[in-house]
Structures are given as C-alpha cells and as structure tokens.
C-alpha cells in the first residue's frame, strides 16, 4: 500500500533506541521517574501503571526549557496548574469506613498507600494493606 504512494517503509534495527530518537528519549524518561518512584515509594512493582501515568503527570506539569519556561499544562490550558491537591506517591494515607463496614468499637479508619489520582474523577487510589 505504501509502494503505490512511493512510501518506503524503514523500521530501526534492533537494540538500537538511537535511530528512534526523540520518542525512545521521552520513553526512556518517563520509565527513569517511574523507577525512581516506584523505588522511593516502596511499594509493589505490581502498581507500574499508577506509577507510570503519576510520572507522566508530574512531566507534563512541570516547567520545561524547550517551552521558553512555561508549563506544558500551562502552554495546553492557558493556565498556570494547582499544586496544592498533589500528594506523595507512596504515603501512607487513612480511608474512612463506611459505617456499614465497621462496629461501634472498631477502628474507622483502614491504613492504606496513596498509589495516584482517579483519571475521571475527583478522587484517589490507594493500596489497603
């Protein structure tokens, strides 16, 4: 199909990121904070998924030089981003029970791992150990 549009079609050799280029550069970043977090945090290498869209997150709100200082939030939006609802990937954090989960003497509260933030909601995931 690409011939007849006198497309040809190259694909890099194998074990070479370098012909890739920027693509290979962004993915190789966003797996290095990943490392990074999952590491720091202490938590399960079963949560790579959280890790990852909480490392991308964090990319795309922080300042970047390619963007003359701007956040790439900032540069989308027209805005500058909010900070103050950011948390530590990895903190321990208590859940509330539902009173139907819990008797009158029991704890209220469930210790859990902060593991991101809903992509659709106003809300968080966490880990209940």
């Excluded at 006198?6 to 280029?21: F, K, L, S, V």
């Amino acid at each position: 199909m690409l011939a007849l549009d006198g497309t040809i079609h190259q694909t890099p050799c194998t074990d070479t990121p370098e012909q890739n280029g920027g693509a290979e550069r962004k993915h190789r970043h966003i797996i290095e904070i990943a490392r990074s977090i999952l590491l720091s945090a202490s938590v399960p290498s079963e949560f790579w998924g959280e890790v990852v869209f909480t490392a991308v997150s964090l990319i795309n709100t922080i300042s970047s030089s390619h963007n003359s200082g701007l956040y790439p939030f900032e540069k989308f939006y027209g805005h500058v981003p909010d900070y103050s609802s950011f948390r530590v990937f990895g903190y321990t954090c208590f859940v509330l029970c539902s009173y139907m989960e819990c008797s009158n003497l029991s704890s209220h509260y469930v210790v859990s791992v902060f593991l991101g933030y809903v992509k659709v909601k106003r809300g968080i995931i966490v880990f209940i150990q």
